[in-house]
């Protein structure tokens, strides 16, 4: 399973927003669908946007519509999660997974059903 980087998070005020990044150094990340996962104190992790590995079909949960956006640029073998209009309950230190799935589909359920190895993920906190 491939080994991501993550980084980005920070203290935000309510409404502010960040850009996280998902890295994997040295790996072509064509094909891979690529996912943000989230998990607060307390909370089972959950997945929070996906794209898919062709075509960059975005993906996202309900609670997050409208606010974050998913991305990726293959060449630098990274994949970018922009967050805006951020409230307390987008809390969470934040991972990345992802599954070779070279398909033009939505991809959140897919990469939800199964494993990962995670990394260190990238801490997201929102407070006044």
């Known amino acids: 399973q491939l080994q991501f980087v993550e980084s980005g998070g920070d203290l935000v005020q309510p409404g502010g927003s960040l850009r996280l990044s998902c890295a994997a150094p040295?790996?072509?990340?064509?094909?891979?669908?690529i996912g943000w996962f989230r998990q607060a104190p307390g909370k089972e992790r959950e997945g929070v946007s996906c794209?898919?590995?062709?075509?960059?079909?975005?993906d996202y949960a309900d609670s997050v519509k409208g606010r974050f956006t998913i991305s990726r640029d293959n060449a630098k073998n990274t994949v970018y999660l922009r967050m805006i209009s951020l409230n307390p309950d987008d809390t969470a230190r934040y991972y990345c997974?992802?599954?070779?799935?070279?398909?033009?589909?939505?991809?959140?359920?897919?990469?939800?059903?199964?494993?990962?190895?995670w990394g260190q993920g990238t801490q997201v906190t929102v407070s006044s």
């Open positions: 040295g790996v072509n990340l064509s094909g891979y669908a």
């Open positions: 997974a992802a599954r070779y799935t070279p398909y033009f589909v939505a991809c959140l359920k897919l990469l939800s059903r199964h494993s990962h190895t």
């Open positions: 794209i898919s590995g062709v075509g960059g079909l975005a």
